[in-house]
């Protein structure tokens, strides 16, 4: 079933349920404020346009990357992975003072479409039922649409695909998510999120400081979101290998974020920090606990190769 799921996602157009959490900002001031807390110019966006922003600490660490759809002159959707949905509304909240803004979370769920077949599906009204915004996805050469609303529906003729072959096509293309790639630890340009979720030519945004002394310095950080490919190894090593430590030469140098199966590759794959002087390709070892059911303390060492992303 995967197999077909995959190929769905990778080649057609296949369904998955995403777990988004949402938030409306609204009110007189709501545009300004957002602009003075998320790194992109949410101003410069159209009614309908929708862009990923950093939301980041007074420090420049990240406590989330959103999605901010502007939907009206004064009302804007913000997304998230979730779970972390109370913890934006909380980081924004903590700054709105003396404005006009409102935030209010929303009981939205997101069906998203994946593959170069994907499109904004609608009726003569241009919309589905249960879908409030449409935001187009891209990353890494994956392409496709996200439906979020109370009750979006999958589209007929779209094949429903799993979580799991999502994931194989989440970690080959090196998609990072809140919780296993990005945390309150995350400097956004060691996950190479700049490009798309940092405007440098609008006005100041907290935690602008280190975001702009790291660009004028060509973004050298000390670690680097990679790829690991683990070959010779079955399906069954995919959840053996999350968390394990990453070893070069002798040292750690990173941990394992997440793994999936990899249809393409035919082997697990697998997404983690390592350090800048691991230059892709390069062999390392995985330290890998033994799975819980085993009394023991001791860990088995398995090769994996480092490389660039994505994989596929």
Not at 205 to 214: I, K, M, N, P, W
Not at 244 to 255: L, Q, R
Not at 303 to 312: D, H, T
Request: hydrophobic share 40%; with cysteine.
């Amino acid at each position: 079933m995967i197999l077909e799921d995959y190929d769905q996602l990778r080649t057609g157009c296949g369904a998955v349920l995403l777990g988004r959490d949402v938030l409306r900002v609204s009110g007189a001031d709501a545009v300004e404020y957002l602009q003075g807390q998320l790194s992109q110019d949410v101003a410069a966006l159209e009614v309908g346009e929708s862009a990923d922003a950093l939301i980041l600490t007074p420090q420049g660490k990240l406590d989330a990357l959103v999605r901010v759809t502007r939907t009206g002159a004064d009302e804007l959707i913000v997304d998230v992975d979730a779970g972390f949905g109370p913890a934006v509304v909380t980081r924004l909240t903590r700054f709105k003072l003396r404005v006009k803004v409102d935030l209010e979370p929303l009981d939205w769920r997101c069906v998203a479409l994946r593959g170069p077949r994907s499109s904004a599906p609608g009726g003569a009204d241009g919309a589905l039922p249960g879908t409030s915004v449409t935001a187009t996805f891209s990353w890494n050469g994956v392409s496709g649409v996200d439906l979020l609303g109370e009750a979006p529906e999958i589209p007929e003729g779209v094949r429903p695909c799993s979580v799991e072959a999502w994931e194989s096509v989440r970690v080959e293309a090196g998609i990072p998510v809140m919780g296993a790639e990005l945390d309150e630890r995350t400097i956004a340009a060691e996950a190479d999120l700049l490009d798309r979720s940092v405007s440098f030519t609008k006005g100041c945004y907290t935690g602008q400081e280190l975001v702009a002394r790291l660009d004028a310095r060509g973004n050298r950080v000390v670690r680097h979101l990679r790829g690991l490919v683990v070959a010779g190894l079955d399906a069954d090593a995919v959840g053996v290998i999350r968390g394990s430590e990453i070893v070069f030469e002798g040292k750690a140098v990173g941990t394992v974020t997440s793994s999936a199966w990899s249809p393409t590759l035919g082997c697990p794959v697998a997404l983690g920090y390592v350090h800048r002087t691991v230059v892709p390709p390069s062999t390392v070892e995985l330290r890998v606990a033994r799975p819980a059911t085993d009394d023991t303390d001791t860990a088995t060492t398995l090769s994996a190769e480092v490389r660039p992303l994505p994989l596929v």
